[in-house]
């Protein structure tokens, strides 16, 4: 296993996130390709546009997760791709870190 992209003891923020919609093959909540939010620690930021709860829910459990340095083979890094529990609606979202200069 490899280690973790920061050294012991060191504290850095927690990486901007952005929770974009990668897939979205029929949803009825209206989501698009492309449509997301951003996650900055514990907010969330949805630039004035509506987005569905379910979707955010199905992410959130892993947010927190992603927040943290992991092991650049850790399933998050390398497939960072989460369904909607609407499987009809055949939504798929990424979760991507966001570059300090997209601040």
């Known amino acids: 296993m490899t280690e973790p992209?920061?050294?012991?003891?060191f504290t850095a923020p927690a990486p901007r996130l952005r929770v974009v919609v990668d897939r979205a093959e029929s949803p009825r909540c209206g989501l698009r390709v492309g449509d997301g939010v951003v996650i900055d620690g514990s907010t969330i930021v949805t630039h004035g546009r509506e987005f569905?709860?379910?979707?955010?829910?199905?992410?959130?459990?892993?947010?927190?997760?992603?927040?943290?340095?992991?092991?650049?083979d850790d399933w998050l890094v390398r497939?960072?791709?989460?369904?909607?529990?609407?499987?009809?609606?055949?939504?798929?979202?990424?979760?991507e870190e966001l570059r300090e200069e997209c601040r």
Do not use: T
């Not at 992209?5 to 003891?9: M, R």
């Not at 199905?58 to 340095?69: D, K, N, T």
């Not at 497939?79 to 979760?95: E, G, M, Q, T, W």
């Open 5 to 9: 992209q920061a050294a012991p003891g």
């Open 52 to 72: 569905c709860s379910a979707a955010l829910a199905a992410v959130a459990p892993v947010l927190a997760a992603r927040q943290y340095p992991l092991p650049v």
């Open 79 to 95: 497939k960072p791709y989460v369904s909607c529990p609407h499987a009809d609606d055949r939504v798929v979202l990424r979760i």
